[in-house]
């Protein structure tokens, strides 16, 4: 992903526009859908008279408030606020311009005009330092018909010519082709494939308020200094906190397991099964994920987002296991969870 903050930066020419107060979209939105707006904000649509995208510029909006609060921005942080706009896709580009109250962001528009008749939320928000201007380019890919984030147990939900991989809230791992069932209550994630590739992959919540945070946020901050396990530990602490769930036991036995799948991984190897694998080391009711980062935080982030690995992370399991090794461009992890509790899980 590519990010590029342009602070304070002085624009090759200014345009004013006198008694331009911002208006701002809603930064949430309870569906997923793609929507061609034109800006409401007089200034926004004089700086871009092409359409936007309804749901980015929502995230857009979001983001630029975050930044005038002096929060810092992440690519964790960028795609949850995509999602609760009611973006479906990953978020390609971020860029970002602080301007003097009603002036245009020359600089930020120059790189903007590559990706006119793309997905583009344009916004800005307004402090008493200035205007805050945010552009965000979509990667979508494929058309999806509007639907919610949050359906209602039992829904049904159709993704026309679209092959899809549901994660239940449960850990059970589900194909179906166009139409879904969301029969369970929680969190699925969902992963949708046509005969040219992966479409997008995102959460629904059923029956559930979806969380106002993602569940590693800050993943492209350094990691503190130290050990690896604990580092891991200390995210995987955190992430029991979103879930609101119990921390899982942890199984020596099964950090062995993690460990000889980690070796593998680590060293290029094919890996076989996971259930398979957990099962020859008596494991019947488990699964493990891996992922590969600059970070444990990024890596755990890439590990929510894989239908190969989210059950790992986002299943309330009795016992986990787990392993961290560095490699040469960061870190690779595998988390594995087993005997899943059935008992009732609080909503984030």
């Given amino acids: ?3 590029l903050l342009l602070a304070c930066a002085k624009p090759a020419a200014v345009t004013n526009v006198a008694d331009s107060h911002p208006r701002v979209p809603a930064p ?15 200034l926004v649509a004089k700086a871009w008279p092409d359409g936007l995208d309804e749901s980015l510029c929502g995230a857009a909006a979001a983001l630029g408030m975050q930044l005038q609060s002096g929060k810092a921005l992440d690519p964790a942080e960028l795609r949850w606020r995509a999602v609760l706009a009611g973006y479906p896709w990953p978020v390609r580009e971020m860029h970002t311009q602080h301007m003097a109250e009603d002036q245009v962001p020359q600089e930020l528009l120059a790189t903007a005009q590559a990706h006119v008749g793309e997905d583009v939320g344009l916004v800005r928000t307004r402090d008493r330092g200035g205007d ?3 552009f965000l380019l979509g990667a979508r890919r494929g058309t999806l018909p509007a639907f919610p984030r949050e359906p209602r147990l039992s829904d049904v939900l ?3 010519g679209a092959d899809v991989t549901a994660v239940t809230p449960s850990g059970e791992t589900r194909m179906y082709h166009e139409r879904l069932q969301v029969d369970l209550a929680g969190e699925w994630l969902i992963d949708l494939r046509d005969a040219q590739g992966e479409i997008t992959t995102f959460p629904l919540y059923v029956g559930r308020l979806t969380p106002q945070a993602p569940p590693f946020a800050g993943a492209a901050s350094a990691e503190a200094a130290g050990d690896l396990d604990e580092e891991l530990l200390l995210r995987l602490d955190t992430l029991d906190a979103w879930y609101k769930r119990e921390p899982a036991e942890r199984d020596p036995a099964l950090d062995a397991v993690a460990r000889a799948r980690l070796r593998a991984f680590a060293a290029g190897q094919p890996l076989p099964d996971a259930a398979r694998q957990l099962a020859a080391a008596g494991y019947f009711d488990a699964t493990a994920g891996v992922c590969r980062a600059r970070s444990i935080a990024d890596c755990l982030d890439v590990m929510w987002w894989s239908t190969s690995g989210h059950a790992a992370l986002a299943t309330r399991w009795r016992t986990m296991g787990m392993a961290a090794v560095p490699t040469a461009d960061g870190v690779a992890v595998v988390v594995a969870g087993a005997d899943h509790d059935t008992s009732p899980q609080l909503s984030p």
């Fill in 28 to 42: 949430q939105s309870p569906t997923y859908a793609h929507t061609v707006v034109h800006p409401a904000d007089t």
């Fill in 158 to 160: 159709t993704f026309p």
């Fill in 132 to 134: 805050q201007w945010v």
């Fill in 1 to 3: 992903m590519l990010w």
